[in-house]
């Protein structure tokens, strides 16, 4: 090795001065961003802590972060980043053992909030139309970008979950009222609503995400991810009516519904899967004193109608339709959920009603045809019935 461990920490721990720190910041954000994640690599959370110069050093960091945040047009990844070093030193908490202050009560709060705002606050810009691309319509990535932010909402969990729902509920309260309408009178704020509401449906599905990947949530927890859960399906209640169910070509819209199925992969794998519904007992009770929804075949239900209206009015989104049949998929595959599936009279249209499903005559979603039949197939067969099997047939019969 061309460093001891003793002589990298000199030279790491000379970086925490006030002094380099502002050069660094003031001459080249990637620089500096690539210093700080080397920096916590090989330095403990307790090195850094002990260090004189911690103190000033956390403060230029956040400050950074918060300049980072609110150029969102120019920071790109970085951003996320930074993000993730916040995340990486909350999670050292557990093994430190200094008496020194770590700061990180003050920080990380406001880093929170100002990663949410400054989301906001960029879908009100012009420049976010001359982006080569909408962070909202990459998922996958975007899921991973967020991965961050279960670690920093669960170091203050509480104090997360009332922000997040401070936030939310006047934006649903807006879109709910929206929906009693038959014409919009301002597109571009309904545009800009239904964004916002998507950016908080991801983070909270990231929140929830936590759960089946590490299971790392106690009783108290359950019921803030209730509280969250709770407000995501008053909002799946009116996607789909009045005024809303006029905007399945608009792609503020789509954005939306990308959202709320990311939301229901990270829920059912926590909360419905074949082993989690028996841990989830504090949830269940919540959701059922807020919605009435006491058990996960409740909960099953909601999701395969949000399905089942998907495939129905979607007709060009082929990224939709196929993201819906996955979801559609996973639920189908898993022993349990598939064979409470069987109960719900959602599945019963699906696998009967097929004519309703323009995507299926579109050649573009060929793929999206193999995997629903495929799907179906699998429901047919994961009991013995004759008579289920016939009137799956008949669809065919009238096509031939």
């Not at 979950?161 to 014409?183: D, F, W």
């Not at 969250?228 to 005024?243: P, W, Y």
């Not at 064979?339 to 323009?358: A, G, M, T, Y």
Request: glycine share 4%; proline share 2%; charged share 20%.
């Amino acid at each position: 090795m061309l460093f001891t461990r003793l002589a990298s920490i000199t030279f790491l721990i000379n970086l925490l001065s006030p002094s380099t720190t502002e050069v660094k910041r003031n001459g080249g954000e990637d620089l500096l961003v690539l210093t700080l994640l080397k920096l916590q690599t090989v330095l403990l959370l307790s090195e850094l802590v002990n260090n004189e110069y911690y103190s000033d050093w956390i403060r230029l960091v956040a400050e950074f972060t918060f300049k980072s945040m609110q150029s969102w047009q120019w920071a790109g990844t970085s951003v996320y980043y930074l993000l993730g070093l916040w995340s990486r030193m909350v999670t050292s908490l557990r093994y430190l053992k200094s008496e020194s202050p770590d700061l990180l009560n003050d920080y990380v709060p406001m880093i929170i909030e100002g990663f949410i705002s400054s989301r906001f606050e960029s879908l009100q810009s012009e420049l976010l139309d001359e982006l080569s691309e909408n962070p909202l319509d990459n998922v996958e990535l975007l899921q991973d970008q967020l991965d961050f932010f279960p670690h920093l909402c669960g170091f203050q969990y509480e104090n997360c979950t009332t922000y997040i729902l401070k936030i939310l509920e006047p934006i649903l309260r807006m879109y709910m009222e929206g929906a009693g309408l038959q014409v919009c009178s301002d597109d571009k704020e309904l545009s800009i609503i239904e964004a916002k509401l998507a950016w908080i449906v991801h983070i909270v599905a990231a929140i929830l995400k936590i759960k089946h990947i590490g299971g790392l949530k106690n009783e108290s927890q359950e019921v803030f991810d209730a509280e969250l859960s709770a407000r995501v399906l008053q909002l799946i209640n009116v996607t789909d009516s009045g005024l809303h169910s006029q905007r399945y070509g608009e792609l503020s819209k789509q954005r939306l519904d990308l959202a709320i199925l990311t939301f229901f992969e990270h829920f059912r794998k926590s909360y419905v899967g074949d082993q989690a519904v028996h841990s989830a007992k504090m949830l269940y009770s919540r959701l059922s004193e807020l919605l009435g929804i006491h058990d996960n075949l409740l909960l099953l239900n909601a999701i395969v109608r949000k399905i089942a209206t998907n495939l129905k009015s979607y007709k060009e989104s082929e990224e939709l339709i196929n993201r819906t049949l996955s979801l559609f998929l996973d639920m189908v595959s898993g022993y349990m959920t598939g064979k409470l599936l069987l109960k719900l009279d959602n599945i019963r249209v699906i696998i009967s009603d097929r004519e309703h499903f323009p995507f299926l005559e579109d050649h573009r979603c060929s793929r999206g045809r193999t995997t629903f039949y495929y799907t179906v197939g699998l429901l047919i067969f994961m009991e013995d019935s004759f008579l289920k099997f016939k009137s799956s047939m008949d669809h065919f019969q009238q096509v031939f």
